[in-house]
């Protein structure tokens, strides 16, 4: 027994990777920033009196680094900073959060424009640090191909490790954040969410990375060479097998949100306490953990098209399920209206990430090597740019059937009509075609590595012409001599 049990240390300890430590510690950073969440919506409805509708549309907005992500992505790929790609943007940009975050407890219930741009601030630095985080997961994922045969495997657990460490987060943020309302302001809270970025800021500084000189560099070195980047990203990028599932990831993601509106229901109809909101936000997290789990120990060799159609249709009818909750048919068949609520997160945000976890993981599959931050942020961006667009599809949607936080009688054919949008890139899952991406990546990223062999044999040759060259003019000096 105890042999086995050293063992399988000793497997995990010469597989582990120190890069681990500082993605967990980024991941889990990001996750528990949600613990302002709470108070972000309660002041942005009681201290400037926004709508379900408006409420949805400023808070996309302040989403909109998530949409850039491939700029922040190119910069940390092509431009070292104090000689670093990764580490130095981790520092810089988690100073910025911190800020972002004391700034939003001093001055940001002064005014609706300051608190919005507090906000985009912080998105800004948790993004760009999102994305350094990302990359390195990349590259971690990476270098684990070589030695493994699945690929599938080594992407699978680098994706539920960031996600998963992330969703732990965001579980110890839920857990404390609705009670926290009771018994500190908002301000206050605020103020707690800086330390966390903070902490991370102290702990990016062990972070070993290797020291790039771009003095030392070539010209068409990728890590110093942003036009470089550029071209190999639309050389990968411009492939039919890749621009065509992103296209898809981009339809499936656009899909109307309807979280602000079911806020003001909770609230305001149901009369849910923050200590409950805090309680529902434990159980998305906690599901959210619980699909991840069960993603990577049984569903992981599951091919792409099976799961998502699969998961897919599950969300549809989970999703479909609240308009038992909105029509109070729930009270009618004697269901309590928080049991109901508990279950039926439990169920939405299971599925929901059994339905995402796939396309995390074909977005990492799929990226490239040199340009990781850049592809995979790319990916990313897509999948936030359609929940942007979602979110200004529920609120315009809102709007056009006259819901909002005085009248909800609508508010189960705005569940039904949103509903479609999740069933509508069905049709053209068949796209994505998972051993022709991966023969694509493998092909291209052999011509990318023939490409740096033929460079440095010909920055070789002309090293050693140069050298010739000295040589015969030291030996005509002697002769003359």
């Given at each position: 027994?105890?042999?086995k049990?050293?063992?399988?240390?000793?497997?995990f300890?010469?597989?582990?990777?120190?890069?681990?430590?500082?993605?967990?510690?980024?991941?889990?950073?990001q996750?528990?920033?949600?613990?302002?969440?709470l108070?972000i919506?309660?002041?942005l409805?009681?201290d400037f009196?926004?709508?379900?509708?408006?409420?949805?549309?400023y808070l996309?907005?302040t989403t909109t680094p998530?949409?850039?992500?491939?700029?922040?992505?190119?910069?940390?790929?092509?431009?070292p900073l104090?000689?670093?790609?990764?580490?130095?943007?981790?520092?810089?940009?988690?100073i910025?959060d911190a800020?972002?975050?004391?700034a939003?407890?001093?001055?940001?219930t002064?005014?609706?424009?300051?608190?919005?741009?507090?906000?985009?601030?912080i998105q800004?630095?948790t993004?760009f640090?999102?994305?350094?985080?990302?990359?390195?997961?990349v590259?971690?994922a990476?270098?684990a191909?070589?030695?493994?045969?699945?690929?599938?495997?080594?992407?699978s657990k680098n994706?539920?490790?960031f996600?998963?460490?992330?969703?732990?987060?965001?579980?110890i943020?839920?857990?404390?954040?609705?009670?926290?309302?009771?018994?500190?302001t908002?301000?206050?809270i605020?103020?707690?969410?800086?330390?966390?970025p903070?902490?991370?800021v102290?702990?990016?500084?062990f972070?070993?990375?290797?020291?790039?000189d771009?003095r030392?560099?070539d010209?068409?070195?990728r890590?110093?060479?942003?036009?470089q980047?550029?071209?190999?990203?639309?050389?990968?990028?411009?492939?039919?097998?890749?621009?065509?599932?992103?296209?898809?990831?981009?339809?499936?993601m656009m899909a109307?949100?309807?979280?602000?509106?079911?806020?003001f229901?909770?609230t305001?109809?149901l009369g849910?306490e923050?200590?409950?909101?805090g309680?529902l936000?434990?159980?998305?997290?906690?599901?959210?953990?619980?699909?991840v789990?069960?993603?990577?120990n049984?569903l992981?060799d599951v091919p792409?098209?099976?799961?998502?159609?699969?998961?897919t249709?599950?969300?549809?009818f989970?999703?479909?399920?609240?308009?038992?909750l909105?029509?109070r048919k729930?009270v009618?068949?004697?269901?309590?209206d928080?049991f109901?609520?508990?279950?039926?997160?439990v169920?939405?945000?299971l599925v929901?990430?059994?339905n995402?976890?796939?396309?995390?993981?074909?977005a990492?599959?799929?990226?490239?090597k040199?340009?990781?931050?850049?592809?995979?942020a790319?990916?990313?961006?897509?999948?936030?740019f359609?929940?942007?667009?979602g979110?200004?599809?529920?609120a315009?949607?809102l709007?056009?059937?006259?819901?909002?936080?005085n009248?909800?009688?609508?508010?189960?054919?705005f569940?039904?009509v949103?509903?479609?949008?999740i069933?509508?890139?069905?049709?053209?899952v068949?796209v994505?075609?998972e051993?022709?991406?991966l023969q694509?990546?493998?092909?291209?990223?052999?011509?990318?590595?023939?490409?740096?062999?033929e460079?440095?044999?010909v920055?070789?040759s002309?090293?050693r012409?140069e050298?010739?060259?000295?040589?015969l003019l030291s030996?005509?000096?002697?002769?003359?001599?």
């Amino acid at each position: 027994m105890f042999d086995k049990l050293f063992r399988q240390f000793s497997q995990f300890y010469e597989s582990f990777n120190p890069s681990y430590f500082i993605i967990a510690v980024v991941a889990f950073s990001q996750g528990v920033q949600h613990l302002a969440d709470l108070s972000i919506n309660y002041m942005l409805k009681d201290d400037f009196g926004l709508s379900p509708a408006m409420m949805g549309l400023y808070l996309s907005y302040t989403t909109t680094p998530w949409i850039v992500k491939p700029f922040w992505g190119l910069i940390t790929d092509s431009k070292p900073l104090f000689g670093y790609r990764r580490k130095s943007y981790i520092i810089l940009f988690g100073i910025f959060d911190a800020l972002g975050w004391i700034a939003l407890s001093k001055y940001g219930t002064d005014s609706l424009y300051s608190a919005l741009l507090l906000l985009l601030l912080i998105q800004l630095s948790t993004c760009f640090v999102n994305v350094v985080g990302e990359a390195i997961l990349v590259e971690v994922a990476s270098q684990a191909s070589r030695q493994q045969t699945n690929f599938q495997h080594g992407a699978s657990k680098n994706v539920s490790i960031f996600f998963g460490v992330r969703a732990f987060g965001t579980l110890i943020s839920a857990f404390f954040s609705g009670q926290l309302l009771h018994y500190f302001t908002k301000q206050e809270i605020f103020m707690m969410t800086a330390a966390f970025p903070s902490l991370l800021v102290l702990v990016s500084f062990f972070y070993v990375e290797e020291k790039v000189d771009p003095r030392n560099l070539d010209q068409n070195d990728r890590r110093n060479n942003t036009m470089q980047c550029i071209k190999d990203f639309w050389t990968f990028f411009q492939n039919p097998l890749i621009y065509k599932p992103v296209a898809l990831i981009f339809c499936f993601m656009m899909a109307p949100s309807s979280s602000t509106i079911m806020f003001f229901f909770y609230t305001q109809v149901l009369g849910f306490e923050p200590s409950f909101l805090g309680q529902l936000k434990f159980v998305y997290a906690l599901s959210t953990i619980l699909g991840v789990l069960l993603y990577n120990n049984y569903l992981k060799d599951v091919p792409f098209k099976k799961i998502f159609i699969t998961t897919t249709i599950l969300y549809y009818f989970c999703y479909q399920s609240m308009i038992i909750l909105v029509t109070r048919k729930n009270v009618e068949w004697g269901i309590n209206d928080k049991f109901f609520c508990l279950g039926d997160s439990v169920m939405l945000q299971l599925v929901g990430e059994l339905n995402l976890m796939p396309i995390l993981v074909l977005a990492c599959r799929m990226c490239p090597k040199n340009i990781e931050a850049t592809m995979y942020a790319m990916l990313m961006s897509t999948i936030n740019f359609g929940s942007t667009l979602g979110s200004q599809w529920g609120a315009l949607f809102l709007i056009m059937l006259g819901v909002n936080q005085n009248d909800y009688s609508k508010l189960w054919l705005f569940i039904i009509v949103t509903g479609v949008f999740i069933l509508m890139p069905l049709p053209w899952v068949g796209v994505v075609q998972e051993d022709k991406i991966l023969q694509s990546r493998d092909q291209q990223l052999a011509e990318l590595k023939k490409k740096d062999c033929e460079s440095d044999t010909v920055s070789t040759s002309n090293l050693r012409q140069e050298d010739d060259q000295q040589q015969l003019l030291s030996e005509n000096e002697q002769q003359k001599s």
